[in-house]
């Protein structure tokens, strides 16, 4: 039996790696400056597949005003991604201009933990990894091949991390761009008695407050 291989962990850095893709040859390490949104498809000319590339490209102007850059990956060859691309323009009207990794010989997927043998020996599982500016990982969520994914979800969850990043609070459930952060909990004695009594900040208790940015 193979070694289980080692995955990516979060606020670690992001393995990274050169592969050839529907903009040429690229690096991970190429994007540095930016936050990345790498995510696997299963397949070209699949519909579900379809119906995410075709919003990820609708919305690509949100994701570029958030200084980040999407790439694309399943193990198809860069000819059959060619092919998928102008079949998208021409039936539903998007551009898909950003780019799409051929990942012939896996090698990509298997650093990433993107096959799961379980799902298909064959097949990507829908990955999306949010890489920071700093190539450091920050979240990863890992989908069915069945069920396709929420660029609003990832949106969010993006914008969030952002904000953790930059101001150092927490995002509540259901949180949305102007909605109050979470204050971080205080972590002695002394700064519990101290949140408290804190009118800059809207407390329920010591452990939870929150705050408008």
């Given at each position: 039996m193979?070694?289980?291989?080692?995955?990516p962990r979060?606020?670690?850095?992001?393995?990274?790696?050169?592969?050839?893709?529907?903009?040429?040859?690229?690096?991970?390490?190429?994007?540095?400056?930016?936050?990345?949104?790498?995510?696997?498809?299963?397949?070209?000319?699949t519909?579900?597949?379809?119906?995410?590339?075709?919003?990820f490209?609708?919305?690509?102007?949100?994701?570029?005003?958030?200084n980040t850059?999407?790439?694309?990956?399943?193990?198809?060859?860069?000819?059959?991604h060619?092919a998928w691309?102008?079949?998208?323009?021409?039936?539903?009207?998007v551009?898909?201009?950003?780019?799409?990794?051929?990942?012939?010989?896996?090698?990509?997927?298997?650093?990433?933990g993107m096959?799961?043998?379980?799902?298909?020996?064959?097949?990507?599982?829908?990955?999306?990894?949010?890489?920071?500016?700093?190539?450091?990982?920050?979240?990863?969520?890992?989908?069915?091949?069945?069920?396709?994914?929420?660029?609003?979800?990832?949106?969010?969850?993006?914008q969030?991390?952002?904000?953790n990043?930059?101001k150092?609070v927490?995002?509540?459930?259901?949180?949305?761009p102007?909605?109050?952060v979470?204050?971080?909990?205080?972590?002695?004695?002394?700064a519990?008695?101290?949140?408290?009594?804190?009118s800059?900040?809207?407390?329920?208790?010591?452990?939870?407050?929150?705050?408008?940015?």
């Amino acid at each position: 039996m193979d070694a289980p291989r080692s995955l990516p962990r979060l606020n670690e850095p992001a393995p990274d790696f050169e592969a050839l893709s529907t903009f040429g040859p690229i690096k991970l390490s190429d994007f540095r400056g930016k936050w990345v949104i790498l995510f696997s498809h299963p397949a070209d000319f699949t519909p579900v597949c379809t119906t995410e590339l075709t919003e990820f490209a609708r919305r690509h102007e949100e994701f570029k005003k958030l200084n980040t850059q999407l790439i694309g990956l399943s193990i198809d060859s860069v000819y059959s991604h060619l092919a998928w691309i102008r079949n998208m323009e021409q039936h539903f009207g998007v551009k898909i201009d950003y780019p799409l990794i051929a990942d012939l010989d896996m090698k990509v997927a298997q650093l990433y933990g993107m096959i799961h043998p379980g799902a298909s020996s064959t097949a990507t599982v829908r990955c999306v990894f949010f890489i920071d500016d700093e190539g450091i990982l920050r979240a990863m969520i890992y989908y069915p091949l069945t069920n396709g994914r929420s660029v609003d979800e990832i949106l969010r969850v993006l914008q969030g991390l952002q904000l953790n990043k930059t101001k150092g609070v927490a995002t509540p459930e259901g949180w949305r761009p102007g909605d109050k952060v979470i204050v971080p909990a205080p972590t002695t004695l002394k700064a519990a008695e101290e949140r408290v009594k804190d009118s800059s900040v809207e407390v329920v208790d010591w452990y939870f407050a929150k705050k408008a940015l």
